[in-house]
């Protein structure tokens, strides 16, 4: 019996601005804990976000390089959640009218396995908005804490969703690494992978030739495309596993680990 892969792309951009979102702190990477935690970044009662220009010019510059849909008028939104990294509460984001619309990114995918020919292709991009960042947990600098850094709360995000046009590990890999190359050409992302500049979100369903969607599980935070490979290629086995065994694949977030 043979299956087909489904896979959709969300991929978080840290943009290349020297201040915040929504404030004058700075965005620098690697500085003490909390010393660019300014009160805009924490939500302190009465302050008030003021868009940062270089943000939306960042967003702009993205939907033209890959001939998207640019939103005439854009609202923010409010996305509320518990987190400890986010000690607001909620996050601000885009929802129903983002500054990006529908676009597409054609990309070269090398066959990861065997001595099949590299293709062309053209995955088509849902959306792209913006969006602030969270702070971070920091785990086991000291036994039994866990600490909060706020530094990174406020940083402004790109968040670039694709439709789930890719069907293999090769393909989700060649656009991730396509947009990778694209967003530091047009200088709105530096793109270190390590620093977390640029973090791909993978979502991955399987199903029988010519059947509706499958249940897709999104494996969050890939920093590597090495691991992107291995997760999917991981994912995807344990799909078809699960449903031949009988079982059905729920709804889920996940995280891969290379162990
Ligand atoms: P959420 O934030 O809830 O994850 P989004 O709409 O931001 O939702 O992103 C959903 C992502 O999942 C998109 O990239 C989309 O292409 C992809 N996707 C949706 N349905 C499927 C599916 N059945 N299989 C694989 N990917 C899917
Ligand atoms: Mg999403």
Redesign the pocket.
């Known amino acids: 019996m043979t299956w087909e892969i489904?896979?959709?792309?969300?991929v978080h951009t840290q943009l290349s601005t020297h201040t915040k979102i929504f404030s004058g702190a700075s965005t620098a990477f690697g500085s003490e804990p909390n010393t660019q935690a300014d009160a805009v970044s924490l939500a302190l009662p009465g302050v008030l976000p003021v868009l940062n220009k270089g943000a939306v010019e960042r967003a702009i510059k993205f939907g033209l390089a890959t001939g998207s849909h640019i939103a005439p008028r854009s609202v923010f939104a409010r996305k509320n959640y518990f987190y400890p990294d986010l000690p607001k509460g909620y996050q601000i984001s885009q929802f129903d009218l983002p500054v990006v619309g529908q676009g597409s990114l054609t990309i070269q995918v090398e066959p990861l396995s065997g001595n099949a020919k590299p293709y062309e292709k053209t995955v088509r991009i849902?959306?792209a908005h913006l969006e602030e960042d969270a702070g971070k947990s920091v785990h086991g600098e000291s036994q039994g804490v866990t600490g909060v850094d706020l530094n990174r709360a406020g940083t402004p995000l790109l968040?670039i969703?694709?439709?789930?046009?890719m069907c293999s590990a090769a393909e989700a890999v060649a656009y991730a690494k396509t947009l990778h190359t694209l967003v530091r050409w047009i200088g709105i992302c530096d793109g270190n992978m390590q620093e977390g500049s640029f973090r791909c979100?993978v979502?991955?369903?399987v199903?029988r030739p010519g059947e509706p969607?499958?249940?897709?599980r999104?494996i969050k935070n890939l920093n590597s495309f090495k691991f992107m490979q291995q997760a999917i290629d991981y994912e995807v086995q344990w799909q078809i596993d699960t449903i031949e065994n009988g079982d059905k694949v729920q709804q889920a977030?996940i995280l891969f680990n290379p162990d």
């Open positions: 489904v896979i959709g792309l969300e849902t959306r968040e969703v694709s439709e789930p046009d979100d979502n991955v369903s199903r969607l499958g249940t897709r999104e977030t």
